[in-house]
């Protein structure tokens, strides 16, 4: 029988901690905890398992710690999600349909319906970022900086990436490419954007962050002589 757990990183996110748990209606919810100082983990503990990181490690470290609990647990599959509540968790039915069809994918929760309220700059370094992953991964995609997925057990065995704390927000984007290599390409599903009033800003830095996105995928296209058919293929000229 199937296990599928959700895996929630969090750092300092005691106003929607609790509302976020509770919309993740799976087998298990296990809350990564880095390094918060208010009441994150404390309110946490209330609905869900909480695994602790001393100090903050990052995003990069704390879903690596869920995956490899969740693995050694026996997960069948790894819903993510952001404890912001920027995702709507009554779409990870849609995800969880989507991996059933497709087993051997990597779900991505694209948040398309609603894009146009999404602030000008993040969408800027979103969109700029999609391009160079897609190439480096060779396929389409859309919204590769959603942290809205579902792993299959089977692809978070094979994966072994750097994830300190300067892979921070590298680390889900290399994932992508990672995952097409392994034989688990991106199947997108499109979900809800939210910025919901008094949303705290992101931890993500549009400028910084795209950069170093950049770089790391720089590197990829370096090590393989440019991959030209990744990116005939991720204009969706060509199928996979």
């Not at 991996?99 to 398309?112: K, S, V």
């Not at 060779?138 to 994966?159: E, I, K, M, V």
């Not at 599903?189 to 400028?207: A, D, F, K, L």
């Amino acid at each position: 029988m199937s296990e599928i757990v959700a895996l929630i990183p969090a750092h300092n996110e005691a106003a929607t901690i609790e509302a976020v748990i509770a919309g993740a209606r799976v087998d298990r919810v296990i809350v990564i905890d880095d390094g918060s100082d208010d009441a994150t983990a404390s309110l946490a503990k209330r609905q869900a398992e909480v695994l602790r990181q001393g100090c903050n490690q990052g995003k990069a470290a704390a879903l690596w710690a869920g995956m490899q609990h969740a693995l050694t647990s026996g997960a069948s599959a790894v819903v993510t999600l952001d404890a912001d509540g920027q995702h709507d968790t009554t779409e990870i039915p849609a995800l969880l349909a989507a991996w059933r069809e497709t087993p051997d994918r990597l779900i991505l929760g694209a948040r398309l319906k609603g894009r146009e309220h999404t602030p000008p700059l993040r969408l800027f370094g979103n969109r700029m970022a999609d391009f160079w992953i897609a190439w480096a991964s060779g396929q389409p995609l859309q919204d590769s900086q959603s942290g809205f997925r579902l792993y299959p057990a089977a692809l978070l065995r094979q994966l072994d990436l750097p994830h300190h704390r300067g892979r921070s927000f590298v680390f889900e984007s290399e994932v992508l490419i990672a995952a097409e290599r392994l034989g688990f390409p991106v199947r997108v599903v499109p979900v809800r954007c939210i910025y919901p009033e008094n949303h705290r800003p992101s931890h993500y830095r549009p400028t910084a962050d795209t950069l170093r996105i950049i770089a790391m995928v720089a590197g990829h296209l370096l090590r393989r002589g440019m991959r030209p058919l990744g990116l005939v293929r991720s204009l969706g000229v060509i199928p996979r």
